[in-house]
């Protein structure tokens, strides 16, 4: 089964060019179903339809989300499609299983009066002005782009030197895209890239070799982590007296997308800039949009409001 498992990975990585994550999270979850088969006496050769939903069922048992169940469901499934595309089965068990439908929730999202007091609560965040330009520059950054958190944390400095309008965005897949940027991201980055290279210098006169990331850090990645930016993100929350419950690196994107819809940026414009492979996916801000104004309506219509009798 473990052949099986590595074949499938290596395929989706040559032809579907599958980023690093994805294809741990493939294997995760073909790992675990794997064992499910292994206790039954079984294995992907030989499982039949039922036996894939006994695993559903116990997936369902033991609590697991709908999100979780149907992620899981859709790994086997593509594991059985590629099983029977190169002839490892006859017949692909797993085809005619429908799974939990994933619910869609809006996106939480910031008011612009919140981001703005966020990017000035970065300026007061860090023990020192290395660690507040550090963090002015990874919010203004983030709100000025609506990168991912990996794609941020991971940028190389060569992506904004030179003073640049745009930025060069490593996504998904190793697809790439442009984003431009803000003059407060540009101030931000210049001011940021001084202090940085004065410190990889201090460091390099010591023996120490340069980082080539925008956001070094003495960790196994060499960069700063998306856990610490997570961290970072709630500290400068509490700084700014925005709830931290309602902050997170993903809720700046959310921003970023919906503030520019908001703006009259065009959809197809807002799907390029975040990297969206299908625009369905963007089109979620429109619905954010819709409720918003139905709050509106709601609140302020004096016709929406009971009268009193």
Known sequence: MSDWIGAFLEAMYAEQDAAENTL??????????????????????????HNVEDYLISLETRGLAESTRARRLSSVKQLYRFAFEEGLRQDNPAQQIKGPRKKRHLPKILSEADVDRLLQGAVHTGRNPFDRTRNTCLMQLLYATGMRVTELVSLPDGAVRGNPEMVLVRGKGGKERLVPLSPPAKMAIAAWLEMRDAKQEIARIAGKPNSRFLFPSGGKLGHLTRIRFYTLVKEIAVISGVSPATVTPHTLRHAF???????????????????????????????????NLKKLVMQHHPLAKQRKT
Do not use: P
């Not at 294997?27 to 339809?49: G, M, V």
């Open 24 to 49: 741990k999270s493939y294997r995760a979850d073909l790992l675990e179903f794997q064992e499910h088969l292994s206790n039954a006496k079984l294995d992907f050769a030989t499982a039949e339809r």
């Open 257 to 291: 997308a919906t503030h520019l819809l908001a703006g009259g940026a065009d959809l197809r414009v807002i799907q390029m800039l975040l990297g969206h492979a299908d625009v369905a996916t963007t089109e979620i801000y429109t619905h954010v949009l819709d409720e």
